[in-house]
């Protein structure tokens, strides 16, 4: 089993920043891909953005050079760094492993932190 517990989310303006940090109990190396994504209210979840272990980050086309998707793989850490926010930004966002063919098949999310951008 994979526990992920999401942090940093909040109330901001737009065009300011938020950092979302995704902690797991387990080494994030044995984790092919960790992923961030977003639910607005009434709209389904739709992917953020994913990186691959060992491997450049993507993003969906509506983040692309605002948001950086990063790890630290001594914390078992993975962050999302969010600048220039929109209000259309607003959701609950969450952390998702996928721990393809590794020790820890299956995929696994977590609890979601709220990021709310006012205008």
């Known amino acids: 089993q994979v526990r992920l517990v999401e942090s940093g989310g909040g109330l901001v303006q737009a065009g300011g920043s938020l950092r979302l940090s995704c902690a797991a109990s387990?080494?994030?190396?044995?984790?092919?891909?960790m992923a961030w994504y977003r639910q607005a209210p009434g709209k389904q979840r739709e992917l953020v953005g994913s990186?691959?272990?060992?491997?450049?980050?993507n993003y969906v086309d509506s983040v692309k050079g605002r948001f950086t998707i990063s790890r630290d793989y001594g914390k078992n850490t993975v962050y999302l760094q969010m600048n220039s926010l929109k209000p259309e930004d607003t959701g609950v966002y969450y952390c998702?492993?996928?721990?393809?063919?590794?020790?820890?098949?299956?995929?696994?999310w977590g609890q979601g932190t709220q990021v709310t951008v006012s205008s």
């Open positions: 387990v080494s994030i190396f044995s984790i092919n891909t």
């Open positions: 990186i691959i272990r060992g491997g450049s980050a």
């Open positions: 998702n492993a996928d721990g393809g063919t590794g020790p820890y098949p299956g995929k696994y």
